[in-house]
T-cell receptor, first 108, second 111 residues
Framework: GQSLEQPSEVTAVEGAIVQINCTYQ??????LSWYQQHDGGAPTFLSY????GLEETGRFSSFLSRSDSYGYLLLQELQMKDSASYFC?????????FGTGTRLQVFP | NAGVTQTPKFRVLKTGQSMTLLCAQD?????MYWYRQDPGMGLRLIHY???????AKGEVPDGYNVSRLKKQNFLLGLESAAPSQTSVYFC??????????FGAGSRLTVL
């Protein structure tokens, strides 16, 4: 079957660095995506990794290891506005399958 | 550009009633998706479309039907609503499946 696992909740303080891990299981895999969702809002795209390695976009970085079926999202210089849910999702041919999400709480 | 627009934003139904959720996108995207989001369950794919006139089943298609008669519109129908279909429904579109743009969501309550 297809599945993704990520921690349900992570807490950190402003200015810190946090890593959200994601492991997946699927027979069809084209890449790993990350989305952010604030309470009451819609998910918004953060990053997509098709190949192994690290992709950096400002304070956010995403990593993929296809051989380990593993990826992570790294958030640096945390700000209060980063408090949100973060979803990993793998691309299976022409559709994204999402994990259950990680709720990040940033404290002052 | 409006992006992805969902109609209605809120709806309350009685068990057994039918309704249609409309999703419209103005980005000329080929791919369109319907997800439902429940507490602790993440986003689950209901149905999707890879182009005008096409539809395919996702992870949780039972109780729903879809149509993509025009490229810019993707309709999600509930023929006989059940309390288990109480959820927040998100539509999304994409030029190539890996980067989705979501609508604001439609909150549906079935009594």
């Amino acid at each position: 079957g297809q599945s993704l696992e990520q921690p349900s909740e992570v807490t950190a303080v402003e200015g810190a660095i946090v890593q959200i891990n994601c492991t997946y299981q699927t027979s069809g895999f084209y890449g790993l995506s990350w989305y952010q969702q604030h309470d009451g809002g819609a998910p918004t795209f953060l990053s997509y990794n098709a190949l192994d390695g690290l992709e950096e976009t400002g304070r956010f970085s995403s990593f993929l290891s296809r051989s380990d079926s593993y990826g992570y999202l790294l958030l640096q210089e945390l700000q209060m506005k980063d408090s949100a849910s973060y979803f990993c999702a793998f691309l299976d041919t022409d559709k994204l399958i999402f994990g259950t999400g990680t709720r990040l709480q940033v404290f002052p | 550009n409006a992006g992805v627009t969902q109609t209605p934003k809120f709806r309350v139904l009685k068990t057994g009633q039918s309704m249609t959720l409309l999703c419209a996108q103005d980005m000329n995207h080929e791919y369109m998706y319907w997800y439902r989001q429940d507490p602790g369950m993440g986003l689950r794919l209901i149905h999707y479309s890879v182009g005008e006139g096409t539809t395919a089943k996702g992870e949780v298609p039972d109780g729903y039907n879809v149509s993509r008669l025009k490229k810019q519109n993707f309709l999600l129908g509930l023929e006989s609503a059940a309390p288990s279909q109480t959820s927040v429904y998100f539509c999304a579109s994409s030029p190539g499946a890996n980067v989705l743009t979501f609508g604001a969501g439609s909150r549906l309550t079935v009594l």
